[in-house]
């Protein structure tokens, strides 16, 4: 009798760049929750989406069919796929069935009225025959992650680790008898990686086993038994997770920047960034009221706070995303915001970088034009680089080691790179400020 849930012989993988996965075999045991860990660029979403059949591979994967018990106020799936997988970030389609949304959508109103809202999306994912009232269903997940409030929200307009929640919810609302976690606790805050932890367990106490794919060891969930540490698409460990020992330990890379003729800037005013009695608000959510802050030239500062708290908002005030800002006290390197400056003018002399960056950039641009629009501030490169530029940018990408991928667009390289690449629009000019977004991936 076989007492293996998958079965891998022999598999083999291959992604854009040179990176391989090369003769990977291993056996789950029935019951068994796996963790997928490794340092960036190791193979850990490679496997994960070959696993959920979203990537072609060769060799043997058998994955064995579970039925599930019935599920608290759901109908038992006895049919369709048995391995679901929770990707880092969800694509969101409008009710026109397109994804071609922008980055600023979020601060726009007028531009939501397309967009579904978190009720209706989750209303769909519910199957027919449910035993529970479904709305009262979904209200009770979304109370789990404190983010009841969401219920009426636009999913365009939720903040990344309201975003992270909803994707969650969504996949405990109707669990394949497998399920894969991409990073789950990435943009999470404390409260919502306990309360994920407690789910975690009730999902598992319903016969639903787990793979959790992350690089962090304080990410592992409390219900893993089992570990698979990838290193170079290569297998270092697998067994217990009782008897596991990390052979890799996360350190900072270290780059030469000698070649690339980096230039100090000085700042002509006292204080890069100044709001004065700061008030925003989204319908009954108050975001800021009466917040005064300072930013003088040559400091660095750290926003940090729980999901929600208004981080992102804050900073797309600086950036010239969130059009409250001509309606707020707010200066920008001396100057008072909305005196006759363009979103230009602003964002020509910041860098701006986040992990949801790259979703918003056409999946068929390459990586080199990626870094390229970083110069002229857009989602795409539509306009003529100078020799000046073109001789920068291939020095960046020689320096981050991305000259492999450079002529790849960016659905085919790894999420590791797809970072490097938002990391290059940042540095690929000199900015006299710049922010980064959550971009350390924990």
């Not at 917040?291 to 500062?301: C, D, F, P, Q, S």
Request: proline share 4%; charged share 20%.
């Amino acid at each position: 009798m076989n007492t293996s849930t998958i079965i891998l012989e022999n598999v083999k993988l291959s992604r854009p760049g040179g990176f391989c996965i090369n003769e990977l075999s291993f056996e789950l045991p029935k019951g068994a929750h796996l963790v997928i860990t490794g340092p960036s660029g190791s193979g850990k979403t490679s496997l994960g989406m070959a696993l959920a059949g979203k990537l072609f591979i060769t060799g043997r994967v058998d994955i064995q069919p579970v039925i599930l018990p019935s599920l608290q106020g759901a109908v038992p799936q006895t049919t369709g796929k048995n391995v679901q997988m929770v990707d880092q970030r969800y694509t969101i389609k409008n009710r026109s069935n397109t994804v071609d949304g922008y980055y600023q959508q979020r601060y726009n109103s007028l531009d939501n009225e397309d967009a579904y809202s978190v009720m209706e999306e989750l209303l769909q994912v519910i199957r027919p025959g449910a035993r529970q009232d479904p709305k009262a269903l979904i209200e009770q997940h979304l109370a789990a992650f404190n983010i009841g409030y969401l219920a009426d929200k636009t999913l365009l307009t939720l903040s990344s680790g309201e975003h992270k929640r909803f994707q969650l919810v969504k996949m405990l609302l109707n669990p394949a008898p497998i399920v894969i976690l991409d990073e789950p606790f990435v943009g999470l805050d404390v409260a919502a990686r306990a309360a994920l932890n407690q789910l975690l367990v009730q999902l598992t106490q319903k016969g639903i086993q787990l793979i959790t794919l992350t690089g962090a060891r304080s990410h592992f969930p409390e219900v893993a038994t089992h570990v698979l540490e990838l290193q170079a698409g290569k297998s270092t460990y697998f067994g217990p997770l009782a008897t596991y020992q990390a052979s890799f330990h996360p350190t900072a890379e270290r780059y030469d920047l000698t070649g690339l003729n980096l230039k100090r800037i000085k700042s002509q005013a006292d204080s890069i960034i100044k709001m004065v009695n700061l008030h925003i608000s989204y319908a009954d959510k108050l975001i800021f009221d009466q917040l005064n802050w300072t930013v003088k030239a040559g400091e660095r500062w750290l926003l940090k706070g729980p999901n929600g708290a208004g981080k992102s908002t804050l900073l797309s005030l600086i950036y010239g995303d969130n059009p409250r800002a001509y309606a707020s006290e707010i200066y920008l390197f001396g100057k008072k915001r909305g005196t006759g400056e363009s979103i230009w003018d602003i964002k020509k002399q910041m860098g701006f970088v986040s992990p949801e960056l790259h979703a918003y950039f056409d999946k068929n641009i390459t990586c080199f034009s990626v870094v390229a629009s970083g110069y002229f501030d857009t989602m795409g490169l539509y306009r003529k680089l100078s020799d000046e530029q073109y001789v920068q940018i291939n020095k960046w990408l020689d320096t981050l080691g991305l000259q492999l991928i450079k002529e790849k667009n960016s659905l085919r390289y790894l999420l590791a790179s797809k970072d490097l690449c938002c990391c290059c629009v940042l540095l690929s000019k000199i900015h006299r400020c710049s922010y980064w977004m959550n971009l350390v991936r924990d």
